[in-house]
């Protein structure tokens, strides 16, 4: 009998071939990796580890769940639907007679009851229904190199912008579906006091964008301190806009491409039923409600179509607390998922008391 050869290369995965070359085999090479020898953890799932691992999950997921669910339905929530389409809504023919065309703005007046006082800061948000905002192509039609102040991109839009990127051989500032429908009503509060005086509640306008949007990916051309109305010069305002962009506001610190209306509605929405922040009413008085108990009147400059793609209008005042708006979800959840382990863990019990002693009494027989 003849003895073989040992080479390390044939555990490496090389042959030697004919001629004294060397062939690479399809035997994975000789490591820990690539043979599994790596050390490894297996955990044994046995009733003393599985047991107390269902209850401790149900006993700190239960409680948590509690406290949650309770401090969503403590945030007041009061919603109104202004959308018209009942015969009887003050907004009824503002919707009827309504679109995009319209130069004439067209408005109503909604009146309504607050149960209960609003004690700490209120937030103002816009609703709509019904719009697609996470369409594809929808989501897509913007210009961030533009919107970001960027000069060259000002005057030459991207193509995803299309078939908003030129009005009248004219780059359309800012470009793209998004901002092309954003949303325009104009929303205004009155408190009726006992001596039905109508007091205007002060809306703030700014802080209701995120930080990072304002800051860093939003910014006018030409720098902060730019004439907007030279900068834009030779662009076209978006063909549903009533006005260009440079005259959005006012304040020039909120004007322009750095608009919060504008950048909160940039910001698409991942479902169809959506809300957006659109003012705050700030707290000034201690002593004093932000919003007290009694009538109220919603004042609407109806200027956004909704009856193409039936879609709804809503305006919510809502407070926040710790956890954010009003949202009873997480603490449903937590509270479902805690139950259902602490429900198996007591069946889980059940089973290894009754059957548990039957099995080792047999192994210790055998």
Same mark, same amino acid.
């Given at each position: ?5 040992? *080479? ?13 070359g060397t062939l690479r ?10 043979? %599994?020898? @790596?050390?490894? =953890?297996?955990?044994? @799932?046995?009733?003393?580890?599985? @047991? ?15 406290? +949650? ?13 202004? #959308? ?15 679109? /995009? ?44 190199? %533009? ?6 991109? +000002? ?7 299309? !078939? ?20 325009n009503d104009t929303l ?10 109508? *007091? ?9 964008? =995120? ?13 902060s301190n730019a004439n +907007? ?14 006005? !260009?962009?440079?005259? @959005? ?15 909160? /509605?940039?910001? #698409?929405?991942? +479902? !169809? #039923? ?7 009413? %700030? ?13 109220? #009147? ?29 949202? !009873? ?27 548990? *002693? ?9």
């Amino acid at each position: 009998m003849m003895a073989s050869s040992y *080479n390390a290369k044939d555990e490496d995965g090389h042959i030697a071939g004919a001629g004294g070359g060397t062939l690479r085999s399809k035997k994975p090479e000789n490591t820990a990796f690539k043979q %599994q020898r @790596l050390p490894a =953890w297996q955990p044994i @799932l046995t009733a003393g580890t599985v @047991l107390p691992a269902f209850f401790i999950i149900g006993l700190i997921f239960i409680p948590i769940g509690i406290g +949650l669910y309770v401090t969503s339905n403590n945030i007041k929530e009061f919603e109104i639907d202004y #959308t018209g389409v009942d015969m009887s809504s003050p907004c009824f023919n503002c919707s009827q007679n309504f679109s /995009w065309n319209n130069t004439r703005p067209c408005t109503c007046t909604i009146p309504f009851y607050l149960d209960q006082p609003y004690e700490s800061n209120v937030f103002m948000y816009y609703g709509l229904s019904n719009f697609y905002q996470n369409h594809r192509r929808y989501v897509k039609s913007r210009d961030d190199s %533009q919107l970001n102040g960027d000069g060259s991109s +000002l005057l030459k839009p991207s193509k995803e912008c299309e !078939p908003y990127a030129y009005y009248e051989n004219k780059p359309i500032a800012p470009c793209g579906a998004i901002a092309n429908s954003m949303f325009n009503d104009t929303l205004e509060l009155f408190y009726i006091d006992p001596n039905s005086t109508r *007091n205007r509640i002060p809306l703030t306008a700014t802080g209701i964008a =995120w930080w990072t949007d304002k800051h860093v990916k939003f910014r006018n051309p030409g720098g902060s301190n730019a004439n +907007l109305t030279a900068v834009f010069q030779g662009t076209s305002k978006p063909v549903n806009w009533r006005r !260009p962009v440079y005259e @959005l506001d006012s304040d020039p610190e909120n004007n322009g491409f750095i608009n919060e209306d504008f950048i909160v /509605w940039m910001r #698409t929405a991942a +479902l !169809p #039923t959506f809300r957006k922040l659109y003012r705050i009413i %700030q707290k000034k008085n201690n002593m004093v409600p932000t919003l007290p108990r009694g009538n109220y #009147t919603l004042e609407v400059v109806y200027n956004y179509p909704v009856r193409s793609f039936e879609g709804r209008k809503r305006m919510i005042l809502s407070t926040i607390s710790w956890m954010g708006g009003k949202n !009873p979800f997480l603490g449903i959840a937590y509270i479902t998922v805690g139950s259902i382990c602490f429900f198996l863990g007591v069946v889980l019990l059940i089973i290894h008391h009754k059957y548990g *002693n039957r099995n080792n009494s047999a192994d210790i027989s055998n």
